[in-house]
């Protein structure tokens, strides 16, 4: 047999995601290399810039240049000149819903040697994965807006819950659940006030469960369920929850984990009838971008969950391994740690911990 080769469509995108991206990737090739691995990058220049040239996010035949990738690593997406609904409905979006990335998933994980915003919380004590509804719910772009620009205007904005959405999220997170050793899934609802969605949404839940009885499941409200997240995160493990609430809570958990620089997201098509996508939770952070100084944690982290998706787990544990002995060694740190490296200094800190 010959070398394993993977075909990585790369959309670097916006600010951040210009600095990140390549450091993300110098590590995912340092380690594939020295298993007798070839990633082969294939770079889109889409994102906003695209766009004020354009007058699109990406170009015409995107999804069909995607199409043929083994993975699809995105940077980051946004930029002031560019409304947010405009660049996350024409790039982020139609990739998720066109490739039925339905599953979403997020670790939030307090890393070794990091300071959490919450006192006197160890590090064991926050260790969660959060599988997000990806394809449907509130983001579903089902809705309008009429009498535009009159007193009477009027937004009306629907989300779809579907039973086969709900339940392949739900199964997945279950299976989640029950490989790690607590075995123990938060369903996130809010049956109480929305009477149909989220109704069915327990519902659901419920039949799943009852076929994973080695599986404690529970379910909370949503606020609930973010309160316990800050009082009490050892007591939360796996997180099942729609496409909103999924998204909120996981900018929490980064949050309780340090930092939103350190957090990586994967969007899978567990079928792999069609590429995943991988990339760090943070945005475009044009605060910031061009001076060099961006966390380059979370895009290593998600090239690493990249490499777990396309068959190499050994390699994943090594990156994960290398970040960890970064963070705990504390000398080399982005700003947003309290450190003064730059973003090419960490990275060429986690690909010398590799070894």
Not at 152 to 176: K, P
């Amino acid at each position: 047999m010959g070398q394993p080769r993977h075909r990585i469509a790369v959309i670097p995108g916006d600010g951040i995601g210009q600095e990140v991206t390549p450091v993300a990737l110098a590590v995912v090739d340092a380690v594939a290399r020295r298993a007798g691995i070839t990633i082969e990058p294939v770079t889109h220049p889409w994102g906003c810039d695209y766009y004020r040239d354009t007058g699109r996010m990406m170009a015409a035949d995107a999804l069909d240049r995607l199409r043929d990738s083994d993975a699809i690593f995105l940077g980051a997406i946004g930029h002031p000149s560019v409304p947010d609904h405009v660049s996350v409905w024409e790039l982020i979006l139609p990739i998720r819903q066109r490739f039925e990335q339905y599953v979403n998933l997020r670790p939030m994980r307090l890393m070794p040697g990091v300071s959490g915003p919450l006192a006197n919380v160890p590090a064991a004590d926050i260790d969660m994965i959060c599988l997000r509804e990806n394809s449907e719910g509130e983001y579903a772009g089902v809705g309008g807006r009429v009498h535009r620009g009159t007193p009477d205007e009027t937004a009306v904005q629907t989300g779809v819950f579907t039973r086969r959405g709900i339940e392949r999220i739900v199964r997945y997170a279950c299976e989640v659940a029950r490989s790690r050793p607590r075995r123990l899934l938060a369903s996130a609802t809010k049956s109480n006030a929305l009477q149909h969605s989220m109704v069915l949404w327990d519902d659901v839940v419920d039949e799943v469960a009852a076929e994973y009885p080695d599986v404690t499941v529970r379910k909370y409200h949503v606020d609930a369920l973010a309160a316990r997240m800050v009082t009490h995160p050892r007591t939360i493990d796996v997180i099942v929850a729609s496409n909103l609430f999924g998204d909120i809570l996981t900018d929490l958990g980064a949050a309780v984990s340090g930092s939103l620089g350190v957090a990586p997201g994967a969007n899978l098509n567990p079928e792999r009838r069609h590429p995943s996508m991988f990339e760090p939770i943070h945005g475009s952070a044009p605060d910031i971008a061009g001076r060099g100084i961006a966390n380059p944690i979370g895009a290593i982290w998600a090239g690493a969950l990249m490499l777990d998706h396309l068959g190499h787990r050994d390699l994943h544990d090594r990156v994960v391994t290398a970040i960890e002995r970064v963070l705990a060694d504390g000398r080399v740190r982005t700003p947003d740690l309290g450190g003064q490296a730059t973003t090419a200094d960490v990275g060429r800190a986690v690909v010398d911990a590799l070894s």
